[in-house]
């Protein structure tokens, strides 16, 4: 649901990030990849991690987009032999999902794959976490770290009138004048998807 709202191609709204303390719409990623071709992009839990690093795949041009969740890397094998059937890595732009989810003791993983990073130069890498993300992560070159920030109250507005129509979409923002959680793409998408389901309802207005 938040891949078809929140990040569709038209970008009719900009979702907010912050680019080594710069503060960016995350629809300019294509040309900061293009001058930093290593980045590491930090949010929480349902802020459109996974959903941008798809909308960079169907957009990729230049390179071969590789999008890999690495919680499918399994133990004991190496990072190479994981990779192996994608092709050449100076021809790739290598999409990796999840440096959280690389188990308990991630360290000695985390070591192989910089190395391997470091290496094999891929043409473009982009890696996601939740924040703070790892500490001495050193895959080459210079690493950007690209935080996504929540929706602001008139981008949540803008998705609902969108997705609602005008009318709608005011009686929705009624119910979530500052909501927390409707500044989060995939928590807005369910609120939305319960709107639509349940008119008339009260929407449940915590994360839990």
Not at 106 to 118: C, D, F
Not at 151 to 164: C, D, G, K
Not at 173 to 193: D, F, H
Request: hydrophobic content about 40%; glycine content about 8%; charged content about 25%.
């Amino acid at each position: 649901m938040a891949d078809q709202l929140a990040f569709c191609d038209d970008w009719t709204f900009d979702v907010p990030i912050d680019v080594d303390g710069e503060s960016r719409a995350l629809h300019d990623l294509e040309r900061i990849l293009a001058v930093r071709p290593r980045l590491l992009l930090l949010g929480d839990p349902g802020s459109g991690k996974s959903t941008t690093l798809r909308w960079l795949a169907r957009r990729a041009e230049a390179y071969r987009p590789v999008l890999i969740p690495l919680s499918r890397w399994e133990k004991g094998q190496s990072f190479a032999g994981f990779l192996a059937p994608q092709g050449p890595p100076e021809e790739l732009m290598l999409l990796l999902d999840g440096l959280d989810d690389l188990g308990a003791h991630p360290e000695p993983r985390l070591k192989e794959l910089a190395e391997w990073l470091s290496e094999a130069n891929p043409a473009q890498v982009v890696l996601t976490a939740r924040p703070p993300g790892p500490d001495h992560f050193d895959i080459g070159g210079d690493l950007t770290r690209a935080t996504l920030r929540e929706l602001t109250t008139s981008q949540v507005h803008a998705i609902a009138e969108r997705r609602l129509g005008t009318e709608a979409a005011a009686g929705f923002a009624a119910q979530v004048p500052r909501s927390r959680p409707a500044r989060n793409p995939y928590l807005l998408t369910a609120l939305l998807y319960l709107f639509e389901q349940h008119p008339g309802e009260r929407l449940p207005l915590s994360a839990g």
